[in-house]
């Protein structure tokens, strides 16, 4: 079983050293980005929604530094969205 285990925790720690996890945080930017647009709200006003500085959200939108699950859970609340995730069998 530890050796079952232990293939998916190596495929995932070869894709965070390599820096293959961008695609994702980058998506989750560009999403926040068009809904907060959508909703007419600047970044101050969605930083103080969530808790946290205008320059975090900026950070975040430019995908400089991937965001924690409960900040990411406050920004799906403020901007009246469903966080989900999703894990899909590699083909």
């Not at 961008?22 to 006003?45: D, L, Y």
Request: glycine fraction near 6%; charged fraction near 30%; proline fraction near 4%.
């Amino acid at each position: 079983m530890a050796a079952r285990t232990s293939r998916p925790l190596e495929r995932l720690h070869t894709r965070i050293v390599t820096g293959d996890r961008g695609w994702f945080f980058a998506a989750i930017a560009e999403k926040v980005a068009e809904r907060r647009i959508a909703m007419n709200m600047s970044q101050r006003e969605l930083a103080e929604l969530v808790g946290t500085t205008q320059s975090a959200i900026a950070r975040l939108e430019r995908g400089g530094r991937p965001p924690r699950i409960d900040t990411l859970l406050r920004i799906a609340e403020a901007l009246d969205c469903d966080l989900q995730v999703e894990l899909v069998p590699h083909s």
